[in-house]
């Protein structure tokens, strides 16, 4: 199982991003995107699960969109609105449907900087 993130950059306060995230080598329940800022912990950010139910973190909701896509195993993050206290290492993740294991991609880096 591999999952590949990638769309982090540099955008200034108010912009948007987009982050993609591939996952291979299995099928995937649930799926999402989480995210560490430096000197913090690893925090949820969104989820959505093979039906399309989906779960934000109250510090995004209303910025920040979920979507997945089921028959290529991709799980997108839209970023609205974006503030400072955004930035951080965003993570995606992909729990296994036959084992239950949770996966995780690499991490990739938003920093909301003017």
């Known amino acids: 199982v591999q999952l590949q993130a990638y769309g982090g950059g540099l955008v200034q306060p108010g912009g948007s991003l987009r982050l993609s995230c591939t996952a291979s080598?299995?099928?995937?329940?649930?799926m999402g995107w989480y995210r560490q800022a430096p000197g913090k912990q690893r925090e949820l950010v969104a989820t959505v699960s093979a039906g399309g139910s989906t779960n934000y973190a109250d510090s995004v909701k209303g910025r920040f969109a979920i979507s997945r896509d089921n028959a290529k195993n991709t799980v997108s993050l839209q970023m609205n609105s974006l503030k400072p206290e955004d930035t951080a290492v965003y993570y995606c993740n992909a729990q296994n449907m036959f084992t239950r294991v949770v996966y995780w991609g690499q991490g990739t880096l938003v920093t909301v900087s003017s």
């Open positions: 080598g299995s099928i995937f329940t649930d």
